[in-house]
């Protein structure tokens, strides 16, 4: 198995709950260098202590996560870090004018790494679109057009014209091109049937979030089934699982740690969702209109239920190994990504985390 660490960078700060659009006077730029200063110091330490990659993605005009460009956070931890793969979980072709400084970018960022990013492509969530004022009916077209061409620029010796239905350019040779051949490996996480399509018409990995064992099961399901249907067999390697994690000396003491931190994670970051959906003339159901977890908003969820449905893994060692061990099985998962920070964790509770993860959970589970 492998274990990835995925950060958010998110706004630790807030009063009152989110809601898409979160006026910028919420936020401190004096104590936003704090949180900067403990993430990237946090981004280190998984490195020290032995994970496999560092995950990062992007977010735009919400507390949810402070990384608009990934790529610059990336970029610093090709000088901060010598060998943790850098994941990025991903950028967002769709929202890119010119995809082409996408391709670039991450060229420079493979090369400055030594050869160490994970590409990820991902459709994004409404809000981002929002945030672009840009259509979401042409989200995914968007995308797949802005993949194939970073994916040509990246890998075209020569230079060659584009003229697709949303990008078009006379010339095309990047400088720098990708360390890696044939280029950096892309991921792309999905949750949507047209998602996993799209991914495994592509023969790339996929990866769920924030969602129950049931519902990650599904997702998998029908990716492994969609890989079939064009010609090839998915991997638990190509199948990527999101959790919550915090591990302390006692499930007692996990509790009492990080409830408050994961119940801030949903019920406060998560409720920008409310806004938004506002926006889209959507109204989201309640608790007495839902029978299934996976039917209800985000920012309705709790310490409780995610606990009792697998999305997150809080407890001591033997209880964290066991859950991991029996989920990854359930799901057919291969890799791990374990967000150890989460909501309004303080730096010194995550150090703590990633320490005590890495001592006693993480080479149980390196061994198989």
Not at 36 to 62: P, S, V
Not at 140 to 157: G, H, I, Q, Y
Not at 184 to 192: T, Y
Request: proline share 7%; aromatic share 10%.
């Amino acid at each position: 198995m492998r274990v990835y660490a995925f950060d958010l960078m998110p706004w630790p700060h807030l009063t009152e709950a989110s809601y898409y659009p979160d006026p910028n006077r919420l936020f401190d730029p004096a104590l936003g260098r704090q949180v900067y200063d403990e993430h990237f110091r946090q981004m280190e330490l998984y490195e020290e202590c032995g994970y496999d990659a560092i995950c990062i993605n992007e977010h735009h005009a919400k507390p949810y996560g402070l990384m608009p460009s990934p790529n610059l956070v990336a970029a610093a931890l090709t000088q901060r870090t010598k060998k943790i793969k850098i994941g990025i979980f991903g950028n967002l072709p769709a929202l890119h004018a010119h995809p082409l400084r996408l391709a670039e970018e991450v060229a420079m960022l493979d090369v400055m790494s030594g050869g160490r990013v994970i590409s990820g492509f991902v459709r994004g969530v409404p809000q981002e679109f929002l945030a672009y004022s840009l259509p979401l009916a042409d989200a995914r077209p968007r995308m797949t057009e802005a993949w194939d061409l970073v994916v040509k620029a990246w890998t075209e010796r020569e230079p060659f014209e584009w003229r697709g239905k949303y990008f078009n350019y006379d010339r095309v040779s990047i400088w720098p091109r990708p360390l890696q051949e044939p280029h950096p490996p892309i991921i792309l996480p999905a949750d949507s049937d047209e998602g996993l399509e799209i991914a495994a018409s592509r023969r790339v990995p996929t990866g769920s979030a924030y969602r129950t064992v049931a519902r990650a099961r599904a997702v998998f399901d029908r990716y492994r089934e969609l890989a079939l249907k064009h010609g090839w067999t998915a991997t638990p390697e190509d199948c990527h699982l999101v959790r919550h994690v915090y591990v302390a000396e006692t499930n007692a003491r996990a509790r009492e740690e990080v409830e408050s931190h994961l119940n801030y994670f949903w019920q406060k970051l998560l409720s920008y969702h409310r806004g938004s959906m506002a926006l889209m003339g959507q109204s989201p159901k309640t608790r007495e209109q839902t029978q299934r977890t996976e039917e209800l908003p985000l920012y309705e969820l709790d310490f409780d239920l995610c606990q009792k449905e697998g999305m997150s893994i809080v407890g001591d060692p033997d209880y964290v190994i066991r859950e991991i061990r029996a989920q990854m099985r359930e799901v057919g998962a291969g890799v791990l990504v374990a967000l150890l920070q989460f909501g309004s964790m303080p730096h010194e509770l995550t150090m703590k985390n990633i320490r005590l993860f890495s001592e006693k959970v993480l080479p149980t589970l390196k061994r198989g």
